[in-house]
């Protein structure tokens, strides 16, 4: 079984000041163009989040074809410094959001999930401290147990006590982060809102206060706050079905 991981996205510092403003306004195009033709690693990763970032913008699940260009983004980073830190963790978010619309076989059989949790590692290995690293994995673990169960969780080795470590980790490391928060939140809920209500709750709350400094992180704190609504007034099952819905 694969995991069905949502992206994290950080700050989109290292670029041009016109770029790192585009980005911060959500002009995600307009990013994107200021390297378009740099096949340095920093260019093409930073092409690939700005394509992510456009793909979880919307309102409608993440087009396949533009996930995929971000997938090419982040493999040329990759071509260009193999072992770049933000190159793997888009790859490892590309390859996840490219999982999600395909059957368990389907995924368990295209290797990706496993592909993206080794990157994130592989990150981790290098820098034992990093958030987003954190943050995908802690989700991954979930997602794990979401949906392969729980011989699925045993084959590729994810619990619940690994996702509590790895958000812990990024919450020491990032605190206020809302899109680290709400993506655990949506994962936890999306596995079983009712045993998890507490710490969904916990989490959505973390979201909602903390500061948000993008478009992209208004946007997630949005989707933090319409699932927060919903725990507080719908039944378990009715908040797991819009929690496996959002992205």
């Known amino acids: 079984m694969l995991a069905l991981v949502f992206g994290l996205f950080q700050p989109a510092w290292g670029q041009s000041p016109a770029a790192e403003k585009a980005y911060l306004a959500g002009q995600y195009d307009a990013a994107f163009a200021d390297v378009a033709t740099d096949r340095g690693a920093d260019a093409c990763a930073f092409g690939a989040r700005m394509l992510l970032a456009k793909a979880m913008s919307g309102d409608v699940q993440p087009p396949p074809a533009l996930v995929s260009a971000a997938l090419d983004a ?20 590309a390859l996840s959001l490219l999982v999600r619309p395909m059957s368990v076989k389907e995924a368990r059989d295209s290797g990706w999930g496993e592909e993206a949790r080794d ?11 990093n ?18 169960g729980l011989l699925g969780a045993m084959i ?20 206020a982060d809302a899109a680290l928060h709400w993506q655990f939140a949506r ?3 999306a596995l079983n809102a009712r045993k998890y209500r507490k710490e969904v ?5 973390a979201a909602l206060a903390a500061p948000v400094g993008s478009e992209l992180e208004r946007v ?3 989707r933090a706050r319409t699932l927060s609504e919903a725990v507080a007034t719908w039944k378990s099952r009715d908040v797991e079905a819009l929690a496996e819905s959002m992205f």
């Open 131 to 148: 958030a987003y690293a954190h943050g995908f994995l802690a989700v991954w673990h979930v997602e794990v147990m979401n949906r392969g």
């Open 201 to 205: 709750v916990a989490a959505l709350d």
């Open 220 to 222: 997630m704190q949005e």
């Open 74 to 93: 982040a493999n040329r980073a990759l071509g260009a410094e193999p072992e770049h830190a933000e190159g793997r963790l888009q790859k490892a978010i």
């Open 156 to 175: 590729l080795g994810a619990s619940m006590e690994d996702a509590e470590r790895h958000y812990a980790a990024a919450m020491r490391a990032s605190p």
């Open 187 to 189: 994962a936890l809920a």
């Open 119 to 129: 990157l994130a590692e592989a990150v981790l290995a290098d820098d034992p401290q």
